[in-house]
């Protein structure tokens, strides 16, 4: 089942990428910070950051809280898909941005959150999540954020296993 998830995600991502290259208007009433999230990320994690939590992390009410440590934060962008994305760090930075602080949609707060600058986010990128065990990191990360910050269980959902 994973394995068509990720394909139908591909494929949403692809079919996305190539309307963009043929010049395809954007979708009518998007800025250019959520119709890049709609082609690079909305295909999996929902429009709405809504997906199926056992198969793609749901964004809307959790993603925030990774927010609360530096590991966490970095986790975000280190993401292979997240990192290696096509677009500008200072357009990754805003589309950040919009995950944690509107997609969220939480009315929890993390103490001590700022934005993620362009700078920030070409730091992180240089060190991509590639060659190391997202499900065992991902755990790690997850298990800090519940016991540390309060963080929802249902960070737990998800497994990559």
């Known amino acids: 089942m994973r394995a068509v998830v990720v394909s139908l995600c591909l494929a949403l991502t692809l079919s996305f990428g190539l309307a963009a290259i043929a010049g395809e208007q954007r979708a009518t009433g ?36 990774f927010l609360c440590t530096p590991a966490g934060r970095a986790y975000l962008v280190r993401l292979p898909n997240v990192a290696l994305a096509p677009i500008s760090d200072a357009l990754l930075a805003e589309v ?16 001590d959150t700022t934005s993620y600058t362009a700078a920030e986010v070409a730091r992180l990128r240089q060190r991509p999540l590639t060659d190391t065990g997202l499900a065992d990191y991902r755990e790690r990360i997850v298990t800090e954020l519940i016991d540390r910050c309060g963080a929802p269980a249902s960070l737990r959902a998800y497994s990559v296993r």
Do not use: K
């Open 96 to 111: 950040m941005n919009f995950v944690v602080f509107d997609l969220d949609g939480s009315s929890s707060t993390v103490p």
């Open 30 to 65: 998007l800025n250019e910070v959520q119709s890049t999230y709609l082609q690079y990320c909305g295909g999996c994690h929902g429009i709405q950051g809504i997906s199926a939590p056992h198969e793609v992390p749901n964004l809307r009410g959790q993603v925030r809280s």
